[in-house]
């Protein structure tokens, strides 16, 4: 069983950064693969980047440019550095992770493990 419990959320004023982490535990950090979903209210669970065992990273249109992901293996903690931040990033950041032979998409139903949520609030 894998546990994620995600840091770092809070309230900033648009043009503002933030950095959100996610400490997993329970199975080798170097198995999974690891995503950032988020969740705004009265809307959908949607995807907002991945990254796998290798460093190889994908990312919505919406934040491309603005955020980075990226994952410190010994650490077993994957970081997403959100810069520019707009009021629609306004939501619940969820960190997410799937075994490394799990076939993954950008449907949160194809993520396995889930962390607790961290909400991020920008002010415009």
């Known amino acids: 069983q894998v546990q994620l419990v995600e840091s770092g959320g809070g309230l900033v004023q648009a043009g503002g950064s933030l950095r959100l982490s996610c400490a997993a535990s329970g199975r080798a950090f170097s198995d999974l693969k690891m995503a950032w979903f988020r969740q705004a209210p009265d809307k959908e669970r949607e995807f907002v980047t991945s990254?796998?065992?290798?460093?190889?990273?994908s990312y919505a249109d919406s934040v491309k440019g603005r955020f980075t992901v990226s994952r410190d293996n010994p650490k077993d903690t994957v970081t997403l550095q959100m810069n520019s931040l707009k009021a629609e990033d306004t939501a619940v950041y969820y960190c997410?992770?799937?075994?490394?032979?799990?076939?993954?998409?950008?449907?949160?139903?194809?993520?396995?493990?889930w962390g607790q949520g961290t909400q991020v609030t920008v002010s415009s």
């Open positions: 990254i796998n065992q290798n460093g190889g990273t």
């Open positions: 997410a992770a799937a075994l490394w032979f799990e076939r993954i998409t950008k449907d949160p139903s194809t993520y396995n493990y």
